[in-house]
């Protein structure tokens, strides 16, 4: 926040988080970063962005429970017997 930027909201709210995440999103699209780390692509960017986005809020055990794009789901193929994670 030191650099001009806007700080996060506070509150907890779905709304709220979700404005954060944008807003944080919106910084990474300016300047190709958020805070001091510059992720390489969208979905990581959004990722991070949603795990300060909960910490802020006071919610990251979301984060922990696999995130925005949810935890990997393990199921068997049809031909064989191997596991294989989709996320």
């Given amino acids: 926040n030191a650099e001009g930027e ?3 909201r506070k509150g907890s709210s779905p709304r709220t988080i979700s ?3 944008s807003e944080l999103v919106g910084a990474y699209n ?3 970063r ?5 992720p390489k692509n969208k979905p990581q960017v959004v990722k ?3 795990a300060i986005a909960y910490t802020k809020a006071g919610k990251s055990t979301n984060m922990k429970r696999g995130g ?3 935890p990997a789901k393990v199921v068997k ?3 064989g017997n191997r596991s ?3 996320y």
């Avoid at 958020?34 to 510059?38: A, K, L, V």
């Fill in 19 to 21: 404005r954060n995440i």
């Fill in 34 to 38: 958020i805070g001091t780390s510059r």
């Fill in 84 to 86: 294989v994670k989709i």
């Fill in 30 to 32: 300016k300047k190709g």
């Fill in 48 to 50: 991070q962005a949603a």
């Fill in 6 to 8: 806007m700080p996060l």
């Fill in 68 to 70: 925005v794009m949810g």
């Fill in 77 to 79: 193929k049809k031909d």
